[in-house]
């Protein structure tokens, strides 16, 4: 499938999903969403990729949230029928592989919802996070209410989606939004650098890890723990766990296939 909305390359074990949009922000119309969930579902499939790092091109905006043309003339029904269908957050949330989001500027609304399907953000110095939906007169619906809350707790939840002030970076990692915020030159080498060491793990083993941290807020702890236990147990029938244990016995870096 060629793409006109994103770019997508993978080298060195590292796949790129950027959002080709700059001129709107990197705004989500629906033929992007669409080729964002075909790309996922190619890379799920590749075993070079690794860990994905998904951002938006230019230097202004990581995505400035939903297209907000389509939302004129929509009505609650045909709002519905266009949700129906794998949403973009959930294929990004239940991809398999690590996901970074590199967040290179405006993150507001859907962008911000993006992020949050992410496993890691990180952001740039100049990048600003926010939900701004109340200001259309709507609320956050791919994921925020939900996402955000689990991560920054309701408060500040609370606070961001009622008044839909975008916040910068700095307070964005003090409420834990993102995990780092970087100069926006070094931005790209800190993500890759980060991304080259998660991608030396076994893939079968991150695949355990991302399954088993998003039990935690899914279920209760108790069904959690069972859930990590199975996990744990899982990787014990890997050939990476053999190559891993043995690498260490024998004082050497492990080799991991992904098998
Ligand atoms: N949907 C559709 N188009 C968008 C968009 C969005 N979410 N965000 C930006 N754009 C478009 C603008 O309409 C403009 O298009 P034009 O050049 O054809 O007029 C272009 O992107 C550049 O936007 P502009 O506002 O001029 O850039 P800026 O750098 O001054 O401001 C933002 C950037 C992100 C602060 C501002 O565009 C904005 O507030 N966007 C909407 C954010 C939002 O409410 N998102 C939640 C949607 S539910």
Redesign the pocket.
């Known amino acids: 499938m060629a793409y006109q909305n994103i770019l997508v390359e993978t080298n060195d074990r590292i796949s790129f999903l950027t959002i080709n949009r700059p001129?709107?922000?990197n705004?989500l119309n629906q033929p992007t969403r669409n080729e964002m969930v075909h790309a996922l579902e190619s890379l799920e499939r590749e075993p070079e990729s690794r860990v994905l790092i998904l951002t938006g091109a230019g230097d202004?905006?990581f995505i400035?949230?939903?297209?907000?043309?389509e939302f004129e003339g929509r009505t609650a029904l045909t709002q519905r029928e266009a949700m129906k269908g794998l949403r973009i957050f959930t294929a990004i949330e239940e991809f398999p592989k690590p996901v970074i989001a590199m967040i290179n500027g405006?993150c507001?609304?859907?962008g911000l919802e993006v992020a949050l399907a992410c496993d890691i953000r990180i952001a740039s110095d100049t990048a600003r996070l926010g939900q701004?939906?109340i200001?259309?007169g709507i609320i956050p619906g791919g994921g925020g209410t939900q996402r955000l809350t689990r991560l920054v707790g309701e408060g500040k939840a609370m606070e961001l989606i009622l008044t839909g002030d975008a916040i910068d970076a700095a307070h964005a990692k003090e409420i834990g939004l993102v995990n780092e915020v970087v100069a926006a030159g070094d931005l790209r080498g800190r993500v890759v650098s980060l991304a080259g060491r998660i991608a030396e793990k076994s893939p079968v083993a991150l695949r355990m890890a991302k399954d088993a941290v998003k039990s935690a807020a899914r279920t209760n702890l108790r069904e959690g723990l069972e859930r990590e236990t199975d996990l744990f147990c899982l990787t014990f029938g890997s050939e990476d766990k053999a190559e891993g244990v043995r690498a260490f016995l024998e004082k050497r870096k492990a080799d991991f296939k992904g098998k």
């Open positions: 001129d709107k922000r705004a202004k905006a400035a949230g939903a297209d907000i043309n405006f507001l609304g859907g701004p939906e200001n259309l």
